[in-house]
């Protein structure tokens, strides 16, 4: 039950600025929650630990599948849905598409069986709108070698074919759900990438709520 909050998600290969951005988007906005995937929450900061660790090269991928999935369940239950139930808009950067596209198609552990174990996690509490912020892998690896204060980790050190695939699987996912995902092209500047994304923003939520 989502009560009349607005849940909406911010997606992209690593290095597309999405984090730059949502946090400008934030400040323009009222009654707004503003967190992030994996963690949010000490339980799913715990797990983010573990997962991007990178001393944990040994870890399995449907291991690392299921421990995304656990840490969105308690950063759900936690702090989304109540949030949403107050009537907020909740900010979220990365959801269950990251796990769609880093681990179903990336990792090759398939989309619907990366959807399965996140259903039973979500149950059916979908993004209202998922803003996707879409790069050319090779200017998003370039921006994260740049970006000093920017944690290194263990997913940013797979190769560039493994960041291909991860925009080949939001490709698929964007075919998938063509209502709900909107692409930006986040190979401008900051400025012009924050525009767009407001405009979307304002364009496509409007008829549910209208945004301050
Ligand atoms: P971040 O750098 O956007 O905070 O995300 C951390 C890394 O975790 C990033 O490389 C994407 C990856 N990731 C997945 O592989 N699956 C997921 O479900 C989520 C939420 C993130």
Avoid: W
Avoid at 16 to 39: C, F, M, Q, S
Avoid at 54 to 78: G, P, V
Avoid at 167 to 193: H, N
């Amino acid at each position: 039950m989502k009560e009349n909050g607005i849940f909406i998600t911010f997606e992209g290969p690593d290095g597309a600025g999405k984090t730059t951005i949502i946090n400008l988007i934030a400040k323009e906005l009222n009654d707004v929650l503003l967190t992030r995937e994996p963690g949010g929450i000490e339980i799913a900061e715990q797990i983010r630990r573990v997962i991007l660790d990178k001393e944990n090269t040994a870890m399995d991928s449907r291991t690392e599948a299921l421990l995304y999935a656990a840490a969105r369940r308690q950063h759900l239950i936690e702090k989304v849905k109540p949030a949403l139930e107050e009537g907020k808009i909740v900010l979220c950067d990365r959801f269950v598409d990251s796990s769609l596209a880093y681990q179903g198609y990336a990792r090759g552990l398939g989309m619907d069986e990366v959807y399965a174990i996140n259903e039973f996690a979500i149950e059916d509490l979908m993004p209202d709108l998922t803003i996707y912020f879409d790069i050319e892998p090779e200017l998003g690896i370039t921006r994260i070698s740049k970006n000093k204060g920017r944690e290194v980790n263990r997913l940013d050190l797979e190769n560039l074919d493994f960041h291909r695939k991860v925009r080949e699987g939001y490709q698929l996912l964007m075919e998938r759900f063509p209502d709900r995902i909107v692409r930006i092209d986040a190979s401008g500047t900051v400025d012009e990438v924050f525009e767009n994304t407001l405009n979307v923003m304002r364009g496509r939520i409007a008829n549910i709520r209208p945004l301050s």
